[in-house]
């Protein structure tokens, strides 16, 4: 018995190791403000689309002039732009340039059939000074160059001025899209 006792008083005097405490209790969660989601970013830019179309010009026989192209550009949803040089061999004066239906010239523009219905009231007149200067009086077509009613694929002639009007055709080139 004797050595039953002194297990007792060996367990009872401390000789296990001391309870461990117990596990502390959660911390309560602090309630704090919700930042507000991140805006999303800005939609990016959508790139202007520029169109362009050229008009390779050809004189006819009776003219003077050397091959020359014509130039247009149009920023999507705009009016067309005519970027023009004088043709060399021009003469001072006033002449005319006027879209025709035709898809072709012809010879000496014989295939370009009448004014362009839809731009029958544009006349861009080509003044010419005597020492040989000169520029569009109007730069700006009411036409494009995209969709439905495109210049593209329509003729564009130069006209001699006749007492005011479009004369006889002087050089003409079929108006096609082009890179630049």
Known sequence: ?????????????????PPKPPPPLPAKPVQT????PPAPPPPAEKE?????????????KASKLEPFTIG????EGDNALVLADLPVG?????????????????????KVGPLWHETKDIDLKLVVLKDLTGALDNSELAAHLEGEQT????????HEDKKGKPGKPLACGTIEASEE
């Open 1 to 17: 018995m004797r050595t039953w006792f002194v297990l007792a008083v060996l367990v009872g005097c401390g000789s296990s190791p």
């Open 151 to 158: 210049l593209v694929k329509h003729t564009l002639v130069l």
């Open 33 to 36: 403000e919700k930042a507000p």
């Open 90 to 110: 021009v003469k001072p004066g006033t002449y005319h340039y006027l879209i025709h239906e035709g898809a072709e010239c012809g010879p000496n523009a014989t």
């Open 48 to 60: 202007p689309v520029i169109y362009h179309a050229k008009a390779q010009m050809t004189p006819t």
């Open 72 to 75: 247009f550009m149009q920023h």
